[in-house]
T-cell receptor, first 115, second 109 residues
């Protein structure tokens, strides 16, 4: 089945210790997104890639970086996690085009705990 | 600023009907989405409206009025598995998706 896969599902890291979250997709979608979602809050968009074009949201902290080495994979790097970065991180994909809007498909998420 | 408003929480009875409202103020409009999110899981797509009117999909229907900046999600014949958060999201003129905080729906037997 075509899908969006995130690894790991649960990640525990220490304060200040870099961590990388990964996402892969078999949908061949051209757009990939990284969201941060805290309990009872709306998903907050961190970055998105439209094909190879990287788009950084204005209020995404510099502590967060992203890489998309190819169509199928995308990574979220948190260089120095703080306690406030504990959240669910959601990867999503879509096949947006300039003249058509499509829904986003989400992976199961990675729940990050910072000790 | 851009804003999406939904009730924080609603309670309904198994077998009944519930309507979850969403009002939005965005810079432009390119469609409205409803997603369902069970606790601890990722959102899953329910419906998409870009023109005024009602879209029906099984037990779920979604309505849009662009002139009023208003949408609702109607759930019929409620089942216990419908207990979840329901998120409204609007695509603005820059094709950015603006998310609401979600409505937590509690279904009671």
């Amino acid at each position: 089945d075509a899908m969006v896969i995130q690894n790991p599902r649960y990640q525990v890291t220490q304060f200040g210790k870099p961590v990388t979250l990964s996402c892969s997709q078999t949908l061949n979608h051209n757009v990939m997104y990284w969201y941060q979602q805290k309990s009872s809050q709306a998903p907050k968009l961190l970055f998105h890639y439209y094909d190879k074009d990287f788009n950084n949201e204005a209020d995404t902290p510099d502590n967060f970086q992203s890489r998309r080495p190819n169509t199928s994979f995308c990574f979220l790097d948190i260089r120095s996690p703080g306690l406030g970065d504990a959240a669910m991180y959601l990867c999503a994909t879509s096949r947006d085009s300039p003249d058509r809007v499509y829904e986003q498909f989400f992976g199961p998420g990675t729940r990050l705990t910072v000790l | 600023g851009q804003n999406i408003d939904q009730p924080t929480e609603m309670t309904a009875t198994e077998g009944a009907i519930v309507q979850i409202n969403c009002t939005y103020q965005t810079s432009g409009f390119n469609g409205l989405f409803w997603y369902q999110q069970h606790a601890g899981e990722a959102p899953t797509f329910l419906s998409y409206n870009v023109l005024d009117g009602l879209e029906e999909k099984g037990r779920f229907s979604s309505f849009l009025s662009r002139s009023k900046g208003y949408s609702y999600l109607l759930l019929k014949e409620l089942q216990m598995k419908d207990s979840a958060s329901y998120l409204c999201a609007v695509r603005d003129s820059n094709y950015q998706l603006i998310w609401g905080a979600g409505t937590k729906l509690i279904i009671k037997p």
